[in-house]
């Protein structure tokens, strides 16, 4: 999977991934303790979306936002689900174009995080790409709780794991174009278990090939994690020309009460983006509560 963020800014992905976000940090607030956002590949703070075409693999491709946050921009009275997620993505637009209502601008989950980050909190953002982290280092400068750390995030899972808060919200969104994404993953994921087992783990993954991400979840069962929750979104059927039909969200240890909010918002999600009459959500225990 050959993933351009700019391309890919904004679209249907970024939405599920964004919203299911803001839930996961609203649970981690409900303890008054302060706690670490760890984001692995954190990319750049935000992203231009006024570029009408982009160069991808040496093609001319149209953004995709217009699928995804542009079919929620317009919503004057958002549903609770997405109340957040509009706020927020409406503040750093207007922060970027000092006022208006048109859509110009999208965060990345770095600023998506910010947005809700208390006194007592803290946001670690890692991210290997030296031009992304450079733009990442000038976005935070002047944000005392956020630190840009311009480093490998399954490097990050090791160093900064326990936290010293001894709570952690733990992002791990890599871009997939490694054939070894998923096997990196499950490598980091038995460290930072071992070490910091009550943590928060939020693993993005996209739905190219079934078995790809079917194989993922038993490898990750083998690893014994604590209770694990896999939410999923299906935008098209199999019968579709889309690639990338989907994502999904893998969470170890979801804050209490997480699972009702996610199953209340993802029929919103896809009733709002999806693109034919096929799009399905999923939700289900992989490893149950005890």
Known sequence: MNYRHHYHAGNYAD???HVLLLQLLRGMQRKDKGFLYLDTHAGRGG???????????????APEFAEGIGRLWPDP?????????????????TRQTAGGTELHYYPGSPWIAQALLRMQDRAALCELREDDAEALSQ?????PNVSVHPMDGYTALRAMLPPPERRALVLIDPPFESASEFADILDGLRGALRRFPSGVYAIWYPLTERAQSGCFQQELQALAPPPTLVAELQIAGDSSAVRMKGCGL?????????????????????????????????????????
């Open 15 to 17: 939405v599920f991934k």
């Open 47 to 61: 992203y231009d979306l006024s570029t009408t075409t982009i160069l991808l693999d040496g093609r001319a491709r």
């Open 77 to 93: 009275l958002p549903a609770d689900g997405f109340a957040d997620y509009l706020t927020a993505v409406r503040a750093f637009n």
């Open 139 to 143: 976005d935070f400068a002047n944000q």
């Open 250 to 290: 893998i969470i170890l240890n979801p804050p209490w009460q997480i699972e009702t909010g996610i199953r209340a918002v993802l029929p919103m999600l896809a009733d709002r983006l999806k693109l034919d009459q096929e799009a399905a959500t999923f939700v289900n225990w992989l490893v149950p509560e005890r």
